[in-house]
């Protein structure tokens, strides 16, 4: 079965906005989705990525136009500035880490994370949830159909903790440098206004076999 790899993290809006096209490709090409939560803050910096914190106002203007016309267009809810992004940084180094180990988890048990992935993403950028906090991501969880009390409680087990180690130094090894990358048989493709070209990849891959 042909793979499909996701580098992200669980505040990307970006990543929100790709999860249904993201599904809906899943699907139909029956591919193996394996999502990469990874360390974004330690990454991106080394790879030549821009943290929003640190851009220049006019990209961070221009970042939330971009924003509003993505929701527009995809027709999905979006708070441009949710009640908790960036807040809790200075205090929890590991906001935005968190929801991702609860996703780790969930892929390593066998499930499909996908669904829980969205909902966290949603809950943080539609619903004004705080998913640094485990009882809001244990509801969410649960609320999505997961044993959120269950996963939770495996997010710093050390399976799930080496996993996402492996997904950062993967990151950096793969030039990875925003969220969320996908990547197909060694081919990047960087944010969610590019799922077009993995389809077309995918059909390319399709075409070729026997």
């Not at 027709?75 to 180990?101: F, I, S």
């Not at 996703?103 to 390593?108: G, P, T």
């Not at 829980?116 to 943080?124: E, G, P, T």
């Not at 509801?139 to 044993?147: H, L, P, R, T, V």
Request: glycine fraction near 6%.
């Amino acid at each position: 079965m042909t793979q499909l790899d996701c580098f992200y993290s669980l505040s990307s809006p970006w990543a929100y906005f790709a999860g249904p096209q993201l599904q809906d490709i899943v699907r139909r090409h029956n591919v193996k989705l394996v999502l990469k939560p990874y360390d974004f803050q330690l990454v991106v910096p080394q790879t030549g990525g821009v943290p929003l914190k640190t851009r220049p106002e006019p990209r961070k203007t221009y970042h939330a136009l971009e924003l509003a016309r993505w929701r527009d267009y995809l027709g999905m809810p979006m708070n441009l500035q949710p009640a908790h992004y960036p807040q809790g940084v200075a205090d929890d180094v590991n906001w935005n880490k968190k929801p991702g180990w609860m996703v780790i988890a969930a892929q390593l048990q066998g499930l499909d994370a996908l669904p829980l992935s969205h909902a966290l993403l949603r809950a943080l950028w539609a619903q004004e949830r705080k998913t640094s906090d485990a009882d809001v991501r244990i509801a969410i969880a649960n609320e999505a159909g997961y044993d959120g009390a269950a996963l939770q409680a495996l997010e710093e087990s050390a399976p799930v903790q080496a996993a996402y180690k492996a997904y950062t130094e993967e990151a950096v090894e793969k030039g990875i440098f925003g969220a969320p990358i996908f990547v197909l048989n060694g081919e990047r493709f960087w944010g969610q206004d590019r799922l077009m070209f993995v389809e077309r990849a995918l059909d390319k891959l399709r075409a070729a076999k026997p």
